[in-house]
């Protein structure tokens, strides 16, 4: 069952922007959460990440473009994406992870099922 929940693709133009969104099944907490994407034909990318003290990183593609925040719950993770690029084009997903329900002090790490996010030119 899926445990990690993107939301927030979509289409836009060169120079615009989108939010994409992940949330934990159950509103758990995710543990420093991160986000990929993957480009057709390409390997997966990692993008940002921010640890559980608030730092974040970010790869050098989307640096000064993409935002990674969190709620203060640490259940949601969001990507905003400004002045977004046709390569920019892949598919988002969503990494972290989260205790294991009826499991205290165990977590394990998951995936979600990605969202499309295509940039035109």
């Known amino acids: 069952q899926v445990q990690l929940m993107e939301s927030g693709g979509g289409s836009v133009q060169a120079g615009g922007s989108l939010r994409v969104s992940c949330q934990a099944r159950g509103s758990r907490h995710i543990i420093d959460p991160a986000w990929y994407r993957q480009a057709p034909g390409k390997v997966r990318e990692w993008i940002a990440d921010?640890?559980?003290?608030?730092?974040?990183n970010y790869a050098d593609s989307v640096r000064g473009r993409f935002t990674i925040s969190r709620d203060s719950a640490k259940n949601t993770v969001n990507l905003q994406m400004n002045n977004m690029k046709p390569e920019d084009t892949a598919v988002y997903y969503c990494n972290g992870r989260l205790p294991v329900m009826g499991y205290l002090g165990r977590e394990e790490e998951y995936w979600g099922q990605g969202t499309q996010v295509t940039v035109s030119s």
């Open positions: 921010i640890t559980e003290n608030g730092h974040t």
